[in-house]
Protein backbone atom coordinates (compact mmCIF):
# COMPACT_ATOMS: atom_id res chain seq x y z
CA UNK A 1 0.00 0.00 0.00
CA UNK A 2 1.75 3.34 -0.67
CA UNK A 3 1.12 5.89 1.74
CA UNK A 4 -0.09 9.22 1.05
CA UNK A 5 2.90 12.37 0.63
CA UNK A 6 1.76 14.94 3.00
CA UNK A 7 3.20 18.51 2.32
CA UNK A 8 3.43 21.29 4.89
CA UNK A 9 3.57 24.96 3.93
CA UNK A 10 3.67 28.28 6.03
CA UNK A 11 2.03 30.99 4.34
CA UNK A 12 0.63 34.68 5.00
CA UNK A 13 -2.81 35.99 5.50
CA UNK A 14 -3.32 35.44 1.78
CA UNK A 15 -2.04 31.94 1.05
CA UNK A 16 1.02 32.93 -0.46
CA UNK A 17 4.72 31.32 0.85
CA UNK A 18 5.88 33.17 4.00
CA UNK A 19 8.88 32.97 5.87
CA UNK A 20 8.92 31.42 8.83
CA UNK A 21 10.33 34.37 10.56
CA UNK A 22 7.14 36.26 9.79
CA UNK A 23 3.67 35.67 11.39
CA UNK A 24 1.52 33.18 9.31
CA UNK A 25 -0.38 29.69 9.48
CA UNK A 26 1.06 26.46 8.64
CA UNK A 27 -1.33 23.94 6.77
CA UNK A 28 -0.31 20.32 6.09
CA UNK A 29 -1.84 19.28 2.84
CA UNK A 30 -2.17 15.80 1.36
CA UNK A 31 -3.35 14.75 -2.20
CA UNK A 32 -6.20 12.47 -2.40
CA UNK A 33 -7.90 11.00 -5.54
CA UNK A 34 -5.87 13.93 -7.64
CA UNK A 35 -6.63 16.45 -5.78
CA UNK A 36 -5.08 18.49 -3.08
CA UNK A 37 -6.82 18.95 0.63
CA UNK A 38 -6.26 20.50 3.90
CA UNK A 39 -5.13 18.20 6.73
CA UNK A 40 -4.71 19.83 9.32
CA UNK A 41 -3.84 23.85 9.77
CA UNK A 42 -2.14 26.03 12.90
CA UNK A 43 -0.96 29.48 13.19
CA UNK A 44 2.37 30.29 14.26
CA UNK A 45 4.70 33.31 15.28
CA UNK A 46 8.56 32.93 15.69
CA UNK A 47 8.66 36.82 15.02
CA UNK A 48 10.37 38.98 18.13
CA UNK A 49 11.45 35.53 19.53
CA UNK A 50 14.92 36.03 20.65
CA UNK A 51 15.61 34.29 23.25
CA UNK A 52 16.97 31.20 21.82
CA UNK A 53 15.38 28.71 24.80
CA UNK A 54 11.86 30.13 23.95
CA UNK A 55 12.74 29.82 20.02
CA UNK A 56 13.22 25.99 20.42
CA UNK A 57 10.14 25.70 22.39
CA UNK A 58 8.72 26.94 19.60
CA UNK A 59 9.80 24.99 16.93
CA UNK A 60 9.41 22.07 18.90
CA UNK A 61 5.60 22.93 19.03
CA UNK A 62 5.66 23.28 15.63
CA UNK A 63 7.50 20.05 15.05
CA UNK A 64 4.93 18.03 16.95
CA UNK A 65 2.18 19.71 14.97
CA UNK A 66 3.64 18.16 11.99
CA UNK A 67 3.78 14.71 12.95
CA UNK A 68 5.05 12.50 10.18
CA UNK A 69 4.95 15.07 7.54
CA UNK A 70 8.70 15.55 6.66
CA UNK A 71 8.46 17.95 3.77
CA UNK A 72 8.01 21.42 4.13
CA UNK A 73 7.52 25.23 2.10
CA UNK A 74 8.02 28.31 2.96
CA UNK A 75 9.44 31.18 1.24
CA UNK A 76 12.55 31.44 3.43
CA UNK A 77 13.56 29.32 6.02
CA UNK A 78 17.02 30.14 7.65
CA UNK A 79 18.87 30.24 10.96
CA UNK A 80 17.57 28.13 14.07
CA UNK A 81 14.35 27.06 12.29
CA UNK A 82 16.37 25.42 9.57
CA UNK A 83 18.58 23.26 11.85
CA UNK A 84 15.93 22.35 14.03
CA UNK A 85 14.05 21.05 10.67
CA UNK A 86 17.22 19.82 9.20
CA UNK A 87 18.35 18.13 11.80
CA UNK A 88 14.65 16.37 12.35
CA UNK A 89 15.52 15.14 8.88
CA UNK A 90 12.90 17.04 7.10
CA UNK A 91 13.01 18.10 3.25
CA UNK A 92 13.06 21.80 3.15
CA UNK A 93 11.86 23.94 -0.25
CA UNK A 94 12.32 27.64 -0.18
CA UNK A 95 9.68 28.57 -2.93
CA UNK A 96 7.49 32.09 -3.28
CA UNK A 97 3.92 31.84 -4.52
CA UNK A 98 0.06 30.39 -3.34
CA UNK A 99 0.41 27.15 -1.76
CA UNK A 100 -1.63 25.32 -3.48
CA UNK A 101 0.08 25.99 -6.92
CA UNK A 102 3.56 24.50 -5.46
CA UNK A 103 2.66 21.51 -4.02
CA UNK A 104 2.45 19.45 -7.48
CA UNK A 105 5.76 20.57 -8.12
CA UNK A 106 7.35 19.56 -5.01
CA UNK A 107 5.58 16.62 -4.51
CA UNK A 108 6.88 15.52 -8.20
CA UNK A 109 10.69 16.46 -7.51
CA UNK A 110 10.54 14.87 -4.17
CA UNK A 111 9.28 11.44 -6.25
CA UNK A 112 12.22 11.88 -8.66
CA UNK A 113 14.29 11.63 -5.62
CA UNK A 114 13.17 8.95 -3.66
CA UNK A 115 13.12 6.98 -7.36
CA UNK A 116 16.25 7.43 -7.87
CA UNK A 117 17.45 6.48 -4.40
CA UNK A 118 15.73 3.16 -4.80
CA UNK A 119 17.18 2.50 -8.61
CA UNK A 120 20.57 3.92 -8.28
CA UNK A 121 20.73 3.46 -4.49
CA UNK A 122 22.38 6.59 -2.24
CA UNK A 123 23.99 8.71 -5.16
CA UNK A 124 27.25 9.97 -4.90
CA UNK A 125 27.57 13.53 -5.72
CA UNK A 126 30.13 16.67 -3.88
CA UNK A 127 28.07 17.57 -1.11
CA UNK A 128 30.93 19.62 0.99
CA UNK A 129 33.41 22.14 -0.32
CA UNK A 130 36.70 20.44 -1.56
CA UNK A 131 40.15 22.34 -0.55
CA UNK A 132 41.94 22.87 -3.63
CA UNK A 133 44.28 25.35 -2.08
CA UNK A 134 45.42 26.64 1.39
CA UNK A 135 42.33 27.72 2.54
CA UNK A 136 40.69 27.88 -0.75
CA UNK A 137 38.03 25.94 -1.61
CA UNK A 138 35.87 25.02 -4.22
CA UNK A 139 31.95 23.14 -4.73
CA UNK A 140 29.74 22.49 -7.57
CA UNK A 141 26.30 22.70 -6.89
CA UNK A 142 24.65 22.17 -10.46
CA UNK A 143 24.11 18.05 -9.56
CA UNK A 144 21.99 19.37 -6.32
CA UNK A 145 20.35 21.96 -7.70
CA UNK A 146 19.05 19.90 -10.43
CA UNK A 147 17.21 17.54 -8.01
CA UNK A 148 17.65 13.54 -6.80
CA UNK A 149 20.35 13.88 -4.81
CA UNK A 150 18.05 14.04 -1.27
CA UNK A 151 20.64 16.78 -0.20
CA UNK A 152 20.07 20.66 -0.44
CA UNK A 153 22.15 23.54 -1.09
CA UNK A 154 21.97 24.71 2.42
CA UNK A 155 22.78 21.13 3.60
CA UNK A 156 25.82 21.55 1.21
CA UNK A 157 26.71 24.60 2.35
CA UNK A 158 25.40 26.36 5.39
CA UNK A 159 27.58 24.50 7.84
CA UNK A 160 30.54 25.31 5.76
CA UNK A 161 30.06 28.87 5.68
CA UNK A 162 28.80 29.41 9.38
CA UNK A 163 32.54 27.75 10.45
CA UNK A 164 34.35 30.18 8.79
CA UNK A 165 37.39 28.14 8.06
CA UNK A 166 38.47 29.60 4.40
CA UNK A 167 39.76 32.27 3.16
CA UNK A 168 37.89 31.58 -0.24
CA UNK A 169 34.78 29.57 -1.36
CA UNK A 170 34.09 29.11 -5.47
CA UNK A 171 30.85 28.02 -6.17
CA UNK A 172 29.80 26.43 -9.50
CA UNK A 173 25.98 26.90 -9.39
CA UNK A 174 22.61 27.07 -12.69
CA UNK A 175 21.42 29.47 -10.20
CA UNK A 176 22.07 31.60 -7.02
CA UNK A 177 20.29 30.18 -3.76
CA UNK A 178 17.51 32.80 -2.75
CA UNK A 179 18.86 32.08 1.05
CA UNK A 180 22.99 32.98 0.12
CA UNK A 181 22.54 36.67 0.30
CA UNK A 182 21.22 36.79 3.81
CA UNK A 183 24.16 34.69 5.22
CA UNK A 184 26.84 36.43 3.55
CA UNK A 185 25.86 39.97 5.42
CA UNK A 186 25.49 38.30 8.61
CA UNK A 187 28.60 36.15 8.44
CA UNK A 188 30.42 39.36 6.67
CA UNK A 189 31.59 37.38 3.58
CA UNK A 190 32.07 39.41 0.17
CA UNK A 191 30.60 37.92 -3.03
CA UNK A 192 31.45 38.15 -7.17
CA UNK A 193 29.35 36.73 -9.40
CA UNK A 194 30.10 35.59 -13.26
CA UNK A 195 28.42 34.13 -15.96
CA UNK A 196 30.53 31.16 -17.60
CA UNK A 197 28.34 29.53 -19.65
CA UNK A 198 24.26 28.86 -20.93
CA UNK A 199 22.94 28.65 -17.21
CA UNK A 200 26.02 28.57 -15.65
CA UNK A 201 27.27 30.92 -12.62
CA UNK A 202 30.52 31.21 -10.60
CA UNK A 203 30.14 32.72 -7.10
CA UNK A 204 33.48 33.69 -5.67
CA UNK A 205 32.67 34.28 -1.42
CA UNK A 206 35.71 35.44 0.61
CA UNK A 207 36.30 37.18 3.74
CA UNK A 208 36.46 40.41 3.53
CA UNK A 209 39.57 40.95 4.86
CA UNK A 210 41.59 38.20 3.15
CA UNK A 211 41.02 37.96 -0.69
CA UNK A 212 44.35 37.21 -1.89
CA UNK A 213 43.61 33.68 -2.55
CA UNK A 214 43.73 33.01 -6.39
Known amino acids: MIMPKDIAVFVDKNGYAASLNEPGKLIVFRKKMGKWSTL ?3 EFSLENTLEMKELRRKMGE ?3 FLQDCKTIVGSTIVGIPYFELEKSHFS ?11 LDYVLEREEEAEGEKAVKGEIKVQTAPVEYAPGCYRISLKEIQEGGTG ?8 PFLRKGRFYSLEILCS ?7 AELTINSLDAGTEKTGAGDIRITISKKCCQNCN
Open 92 to 102: IWEYEGKALEM
Open 175 to 181: HIPPWLE
Open 40 to 42: REK
Open 151 to 158: VTSKQALL
Open 62 to 64: ILF
